[in-house]
């Protein structure tokens, strides 16, 4: 993590390097630290409708899908298209 966290500050944000980190944290169950990085990728535009599949499949993990819910509902992606690339 604290790698991560030296990479990000002169990358200013990188996306891919937000989103390790953002794996990184739900794999230590730090959902809600999780959920405000990725709120950054999706309110920066930065995300993509693989990125939100990528979410929702991390926070399903946690049981937390209502996560993934919230951000995909503050992002141009459908949720149910999300879910349904998901393979729901």
């Known amino acids: ?50 990125t939100h599949v990528e979410i929702l499949r991390q926070f399903r993990q946690l049981g937390r899908e209502d996560l993934a819910e919230g951000l995909t509902a503050h992002s141009i992606y459908d949720f149910e298209l999300v879910k349904e690339m998901a393979g729901d």
Do not use: C, F
Request: charged share 30%; no cysteine; proline share 2%.
């Open 1 to 50: 993590m604290a790698a991560i966290n030296r990479a990000l500050d002169p990358a200013h944000g990188s996306q891919r390097l937000m989103s390790q980190k953002g794996r990184i944290l739900v794999l230590l169950s730090r959902a809600e630290e999780a959920r405000e990085l990725y709120e950054n990728i999706v309110d920066w535009g930065q995300g993509t409708e693989r």
